[in-house]
């Protein structure tokens, strides 16, 4: 099962929240295995072993909520939906299996989690097990931004649907109109978008819902009508809340004096003067929003007389958003007295004076054309704007509902952690958070979001006393940002800021939970070059250049330090392979640089004790494009060396070290003993990789030149001239091969090898190896070694390595043993 529930705004381990997330994001990821069982069912299954149906009646919510989400995420994977075919071979559904049945809750949570954290996979295929009322329960159809088409609205209304929510669905068209003209009569809410009108005549434009509360038309364009005619033929009578948010059709507001709104939001609309002077006369409402954005502002004449005559007249209006027009006038303090004369207090805009003892709960002046938001007497609890801190944090909170506003106070944020200091990190975080996960769907929110969350992440790397971000809230930030940069692949600033939100973590230990998706969503990135392509300007260029070049950094972090599953996993997901495509390019443009060095360090780290990856790397050509890089990058030390330690990993593989033994190979082998590249590390694997072939024995060496005796001269002489102080660049997570090494008697050279490399490693690093030693029976070997071998240099070593790890058990360090002039003869 995968670790990890994706994006969960509530993340608590072991609440039951928490594991009611997980089990609804497995069946999410593993659209084929679909069931939740409460204990009592679960009970029952297990005493029917010929049984694998499990019943779960909707009047069992309860019991599931208290009783079985300790093994939700067990009984989940186990049963089966049904996937049939329809009348051709492309219509092809989900159902649920028909002893299974789903409680409200759970259904309604699937569909969330569907939308909202895998909306690739919320298409009309995955959708269509909601489709019988009879199986699942849904009364919200909250599909905003996700996949579904208008054969996914029609499963919804199988069901007694009350809400529905298809804004930002690029699939659904006119046809879910007509869908929701002839079943929707007994929605409460309804929220559409772009296209859902489209090609709709003038005779067809009106809906029939009595019991409709709140509409929500965004960004619509109503060919041949304006949105009012709409609004005149439609039957909302008891409409209390309506959003017509950048709609430039809206001509005329008289149609909605006679409807009983509470709730008015025409931001970014076609404000005139004219349906200005209507609003006062819609007198219940409460909420009023005529602003526009930063890039549209609008400017009215007698601004101050039109806004005072709104305030004035609406009598129950707590929220007014003016934000984007010139409606708060020029800034004029003014006292206000009641009426005995006595001062209430002062206002700097005139308009709002009714309002001094009486203050709006929220006042939106954000990029108002006098920048009213900075003013000190405002009739407001809480002012919308960019003044300070506070009142971004006010902005963003506040106007979340709304898109394009909370993109643009998101950036605002962005700014202050650029350029200023977040006093309130924690809802900063939290509110970046709400954004991202509520509009996943959107590339300008994730990416003001991202921003922010890199800025975050530095606050954090330099505050290790004081931790600035949680185990659980770091785990929602890694996921967010993998479920944006999954999102919006070819976005290289989204990637740019995810990718170097990652590498402020600790990689990979605190994104091993995430630890297949990133990989996988970084090698896209790698094979893809960071998205360039003819087209791009050198700006582009240069930025795709960045993104693959650190997208590779982090793969190399992800390969180093796990364990071998992990390391077969990145194999299996492809990482060889695109490491020697990305090779063959450097090649072939004789580019060297810290890309193609990377290359190299990720396939070294990828190869360790993992024998299908050494494969992958030979069945690549992996040792032509060595001879290559050899050929025409030998001045470059470092690649040398990454080239030969991972070469070391393939000798180390029995079955495979075969494929090496050919004479240009073994002549460079040896020729490269001499090297002094790197320190000894060239020259260390070099000897490293002979040694690892000779220990098969005189009968393997089936080439005739180099002679093996040759070879294992120079590789003798090699080691003699190494000193065994010298600090190295290398990382052993096991020392097996190399013990291995000392048991082979029939060539005291691969002994040699081992026996030196054990014996400088625990003598310039004891802290790291001298346990790794004794953990792993090494000190046995050894003395076996010590008594058996005639050699008296193998025999020497293998006594310093045993000196050390009984110096460093009984003292903790060396400095005791080595304060003596010699160590202790054998």
Same mark, same amino acid.
């Given at each position: 099962?995968?670790?990890?529930?994706?994006?969960?705004?509530?993340?608590?381990?072991?609440?039951? !929240?928490?594991?009611?997330?997980?089990? &609804?994001?497995?069946?999410?990821?593993?659209? %084929?295995?679909?069931?939740?069982?409460?204990?009592?069912?679960?009970?029952?299954?297990?005493?029917?072993?010929?049984?694998?149906?499990?019943?779960?009646?909707?009047?069992?919510?309860?019991?599931?909520?208290?009783?079985?989400?300790?093994?939700?995420?067990?009984?989940?994977?186990?049963?089966?939906?049904?996937?049939?075919?329809?009348?051709?071979?492309?219509?092809?559904?989900?159902?649920?299996?028909?002893?299974?049945?789903?409680?409200?809750?759970?259904?309604?949570?699937?569909?969330?989690?569907?939308?909202?954290?895998?909306?690739?996979?919320?298409?009309?295929?995955?959708? @269509?097990?909601?489709?019988?009322?009879?199986?699942?329960?849904?009364?919200?159809?909250? +599909? *905003?931004?996700?996949?579904?088409?208008?054969?996914?609205?029609?499963?919804?209304?199988?069901?007694?649907?009350?809400?529905?929510?298809?804004?930002?669905?690029?699939?659904?068209?006119? !046809?879910?109109?007509?869908?929701?003209?002839?079943?929707?009569?007994?929605?409460?809410?309804?929220?559409?978008?772009?296209?859902?009108?489209?090609?709709?005549?003038?005779?067809?434009?009106?809906?029939?819902?009595?019991?409709?509360?709140?509409?929500?038309?965004?960004?619509?364009?109503?060919?041949? =009508?304006?949105?009012?005619?709409?609004?005149?033929?439609?039957?909302?009578?008891?409409?209390?809340?309506?959003?017509?948010?950048?709609?430039?059709? +809206?001509?005329?507001?008289?149609?909605?004096?006679?409807?009983?709104?509470?709730?008015?939001?025409?931001?970014?609309? #076609?404000?005139?003067?004219?349906?200005?002077?209507?609003?006062?006369? $819609?007198?219940?409402?409460?909420?009023?929003? $005529?602003?526009?954005?930063?890039?549209?502002?609008?400017?009215?004449?007698?601004?101050?007389?039109?806004?005072?005559?709104?305030?004035?007249?609406?009598?129950?209006?707590?929220?007014?958003?003016?934000?984007?027009?010139?409606?708060?006038?020029?800034?004029? !303090?003014?006292?206000?007295?009641?009426?005995?004369?006595?001062?209430?207090?002062?206002?700097?805009?005139?308009?709002?004076?009714?309002?001094?003892?009486?203050?709006?709960?929220?006042? /939106?002046?954000?990029?108002?054309?006098?920048? &009213?938001?900075?003013?000190?007497?405002?009739?407001?609890?809480?002012?919308?704007?960019?003044?300070?801190?506070?009142?971004?944090?006010?902005?963003?909170?506040?106007?979340?509902?709304?898109?394009?506003?909370?993109?643009?106070?998101?950036?605002?944020?962005?700014?202050?952690?650029?350029?200023?200091?977040?006093?309130?990190?924690?809802?900063?975080?939290? +509110?970046?958070?709400?954004?991202?996960?509520?509009?996943?769907?959107?590339?300008?929110?994730?990416?003001? /979001?991202?921003?922010?969350?890199?800025?975050?992440?530095?606050?954090?790397?330099?505050?290790?006393?004081?931790?600035?971000?949680?185990?659980?809230?770091?785990?929602?930030?890694?996921?967010?940002?993998?479920?944006?940069?999954?999102?919006?692949?070819?976005?290289?600033?989204?990637?740019?800021?995810?990718?170097?939100? $990652?590498?402020?973590?600790?990689?990979?230990?605190?994104?091993?939970?995430?630890?297949?998706?990133?990989?996988?969503?970084?090698?896209?990135?790698?094979? %893809?070059?960071?998205?360039?392509? #003819?087209? !791009?300007?050198?700006?582009?260029?240069?930025?795709?250049?960045?993104?693959? *070049?650190?997208?590779?950094?982090?793969?190399?972090?992800?390969?180093?330090?796990?364990?071998?599953?992990?390391?077969?996993?990145?194999?299996?997901?492809?990482?060889?392979?695109?490491?020697?495509? +990305?090779?063959?390019?450097?090649?072939?443009?004789?580019?060297?640089?810290?890309?193609?060095?990377?290359?190299?360090?990720?396939?070294?780290?990828?190869?360790?004790?993992?024998?299908?990856?050494?494969? *992958?790397?030979?069945?690549?050509?992996?040792?032509?494009?060595?001879?290559?890089?050899?050929?025409?990058?030998?001045?470059?030390?470092?690649?040398?060396?990454?080239?030969?330690?991972?070469?070391? #990993?393939?000798? =180390?593989?029995? %079955?495979?070290?075969?494929?090496?033994?050919?004479?240009?190979?073994?002549?460079?082998?040896?020729?490269?003993?001499?090297?002094?590249?790197?320190?000894?590390?060239?020259?260390? #694997?070099?000897?490293?990789?002979?040694?690892?072939?000779?220990?098969?024995?005189?009968?393997?060496?089936?080439?005739?030149?180099?002679?093996?005796?040759?070879?294992? &001269?120079?590789?003798?002489?090699?080691?003699?001239?190494?000193?065994?102080?010298?600090?190295?660049?290398?990382?052993?997570?096991?020392?097996?091969?190399?013990? *291995?090494?000392?048991?082979?008697?029939?060539?005291?050279?691969?002994?040699?090898?081992? &026996?030196?490399?054990?014996?400088?490693?625990?003598?310039?690093?004891?802290?790291?190896?001298?346990?790794?030693?004794? @953990?792993?029976?090494?000190?046995?070997?050894?003395?076996?070694?010590?008594?058996?071998?005639?050699?008296?240099?193998?025999?020497?070593?293998?006594?310093?390595?045993?000196?050390?790890? %009984?110096?460093?058990?009984?003292?903790?360090?060396?400095?005791?043993?080595?304060?003596?002039?010699?160590?202790?003869?054998?």
């Amino acid at each position: 099962m995968t670790a990890g529930a994706q994006g969960h705004p509530g993340w608590v381990d072991n609440h039951p !929240t928490t594991l009611k997330f997980l089990a &609804a994001a497995q069946t999410c990821l593993h659209p %084929h295995t679909y069931t939740i069982s409460s204990k009592k069912d679960h009970e029952k299954l297990s005493e029917d072993s010929t049984s694998n149906s499990i019943n779960l009646a909707a009047d069992d919510s309860e019991t599931l909520m208290e009783d079985s989400l300790d093994n939700a995420m067990e009984i989940v994977e186990k049963n089966v939906i049904h996937q049939f075919d329809k009348t051709c071979e492309s219509d092809v559904f989900l159902d649920i299996a028909p002893e299974y049945r789903f409680p409200l809750e759970i259904s309604e949570l699937l569909l969330s989690i569907f939308c909202t954290h895998y909306p690739n996979k919320a298409n009309s295929l995955n959708l @269509s097990i909601f489709r019988h009322p009879e199986k699942c329960k849904i009364r919200k159809a909250l +599909l *905003r931004g996700c996949n579904a088409d208008d054969d996914c609205v029609k499963y919804f209304f199988q069901h007694q649907l009350t809400h529905l929510d298809v804004r930002d669905c690029k699939y659904i068209s006119s !046809t879910s109109f007509y869908t929701v003209q002839e079943k929707g009569h007994h929605l409460q809410s309804l929220a559409v978008g772009s296209g859902f009108f489209d090609d709709v005549p003038k005779s067809k434009l009106s809906l029939n819902m009595p019991d409709l509360r709140s509409l929500v038309i965004n960004n619509a364009f109503i060919s041949d =009508e304006s949105l009012s005619g709409f609004m005149k033929q439609s039957n909302f009578k008891n409409l209390r809340s309506l959003d017509l948010s950048g709609s430039d059709q +809206l001509d005329d507001l008289s149609p909605f004096v006679s409807l009983p709104l509470i709730n008015l939001t025409l931001h970014n609309c #076609n404000a005139s003067e004219d349906w200005l002077l209507i609003i006062p006369l $819609i007198s219940n409402l409460r909420r009023l929003d $005529i602003s526009r954005s930063k890039n549209q502002n609008c400017q009215f004449a007698n601004s101050d007389v039109l806004l005072e005559k709104i305030v004035e007249n609406l009598p129950n209006l707590t929220y007014l958003d003016i934000s984007g027009t010139n409606l708060c006038g020029t800034k004029k !303090t003014q006292p206000v007295f009641d009426g005995n004369g006595s001062l209430i207090g002062h206002t700097d805009i005139p308009a709002l004076r009714c309002r001094v003892g009486r203050p709006l709960e929220v006042l /939106g002046l954000c990029h108002t054309t006098e920048e &009213a938001c900075k003013w000190p007497n405002l009739p407001a609890i809480k002012v919308l704007g960019d003044a300070n801190e506070l009142q971004i944090l006010e902005t963003v909170e506040v106007l979340m509902p709304c898109k394009e506003q909370v993109t643009t106070a998101l950036n605002e944020l962005f700014h202050q952690f650029r350029y200023e200091t977040v006093q309130d990190v924690q809802r900063a975080m939290r +509110l970046i958070f709400q954004a991202m996960t509520l509009y996943h769907f959107d590339e300008h929110v994730q990416i003001s /979001g991202s921003a922010s969350l890199f800025y975050i992440m530095r606050l954090e790397a330099d505050s290790q006393d004081h931790p600035v971000v949680t185990a659980a809230a770091r785990q929602q930030m890694v996921t967010l940002m993998i479920n944006a940069m999954e999102r919006f692949p070819h976005d290289n600033i989204l990637m740019r800021n995810g990718c170097l939100t $990652i590498s402020q973590l600790k990689v990979p230990q605190q994104v091993v939970f995430e630890y297949e998706r990133l990989v996988s969503l970084l090698l896209v990135v790698i094979r %893809h070059r960071g998205n360039v392509s #003819n087209s !791009t300007s050198n700006n582009e260029r240069d930025m795709a250049d960045f993104v693959c *070049r650190i997208s590779i950094y982090l793969l190399n972090s992800l390969a180093c330090q796990v364990e071998g599953q992990h390391r077969q996993l990145v194999g299996d997901l492809g990482a060889v392979e695109t490491m020697l495509c +990305l090779i063959s390019d450097k090649l072939k443009t004789k580019t060297h640089d810290d890309m193609l060095e990377l290359a190299w360090s990720v396939m070294w780290n990828v190869t360790d004790e993992t024998p299908r990856n050494c494969q *992958r790397f030979l069945d690549g050509s992996g040792m032509t494009y060595f001879s290559d890089c050899l050929q025409t990058f030998k001045e470059h030390e470092d690649l040398l060396r990454n080239m030969m330690g991972l070469l070391g #990993n393939v000798a =180390e593989v029995r %079955h495979l070290r075969c494929r090496l033994l050919t004479p240009e190979l073994i002549d460079t082998f040896t020729g490269l003993l001499k090297s002094s590249s790197g320190g000894i590390e060239v020259s260390y #694997n070099a000897a490293g990789v002979l040694s690892h072939i000779a220990s098969d024995g005189p009968e393997t060496w089936v080439i005739e030149r180099p002679k093996r005796d040759v070879v294992l &001269a120079a590789l003798t002489s090699a080691i003699n001239k190494w000193d065994i102080e010298v600090r190295r660049n290398i990382n052993y997570r096991s020392f097996e091969p190399i013990l *291995r090494l000392l048991a082979v008697k029939h060539t005291p050279q691969c002994q040699h090898w081992a &026996a030196w490399a054990l014996a400088n490693l625990t003598r310039v690093y004891p802290d790291k190896y001298c346990n790794l030693v004794v @953990s792993e029976g090494g000190l046995e070997i050894l003395e076996r070694v010590r008594q058996e071998t005639d050699a008296a240099q193998i025999r020497r070593l293998a006594q310093t390595v045993i000196a050390h790890c %009984h110096a460093y058990k009984e003292d903790g360090n060396l400095d005791k043993l080595y304060s003596k002039a010699v160590l202790p003869e054998p």
